[in-house]
């Protein structure tokens, strides 16, 4: 059973749709792992920094996403101002919801996933509204510099991998100007910093 809703919701995920606003129609990249008898799928894509997680196990799955936001090394009247922002997100929401988990008590959105009735249409809305969910936090949580911030080393990221490959930068350009709807000027601009951080030697030259 685990292992036919793995396939499901890879193809799913790697099923990409054009000219779709659907955030599961878009292109993912997708790792499979099994960890503790857990089938655990990553999926990455473009447009967020954040990767989303499906957990399959004992019958029941699940959509993570891991916000990198630890509670645990917080002062304590910050900790409990995140919590009770957290506790009203949650009366917000029908489906997703915002969970604490790990050592250092990371903020985790979690929606839980019905596999008794589950499709591609309803898995799609569950990825939306858990998305949504993420938004909503960066807002509320005034994490929108933060969130930027991620975003561009996410796209960078992306340049540089692409680069490796040995892609040329007007070939990039393009890339980034159909998956972020950005100007051409702007998506050179990116192409630029992404080459130059690259050209920069890890150490100082002295002459």
Do not use: C
């Amino acid at each position: 059973m685990e292992e036919s809703w793995k396939e499901k919701f890879v193809n799913w995920f790697e099923e990409e749709i054009a000219d779709s606003d659907k955030p599961l129609d878009e292109h993912w990249d997708v790792k499979v792992d099994e960890i503790n008898n857990s089938i655990w799928i990553k999926a990455t894509s473009p447009r967020t920094p954040y990767s989303v997680f499906v957990n399959i196990s004992r019958g029941f799955a699940s959509l993570q996403i891991y916000t990198g936001i630890e509670t645990a090394i917080m002062e304590i009247k910050e900790r409990l101002k995140i919590y009770r922002t957290l506790l009203m997100l949650n009366g917000r929401w029908k489906m997703a919801k915002y969970v604490i988990g790990g050592d250092n008590d990371e903020i985790i959105i979690l929606t839980d996933l019905d596999l008794a009735a589950l499709n591609r249409e309803e898995f799609n809305d569950a990825l939306t509204v858990t998305l949504l969910a993420l938004n909503d936090m960066v807002e509320k949580l005034g994490l929108d510099e933060e969130y930027r911030e991620a975003q561009l080393m996410h796209v960078l990221k992306i340049v540089d991998e692409k680069l490796e490959k040995g892609e040329t930068k007007e070939q990039i350009t393009e890339y980034l100007i159909k998956t972020f709807g950005i100007s051409r000027e702007t998506a050179r601009e990116i192409v630029r910093e992404a080459t130059k951080n690259k050209d920069e030697p890890d150490f100082p030259i002295y002459r």
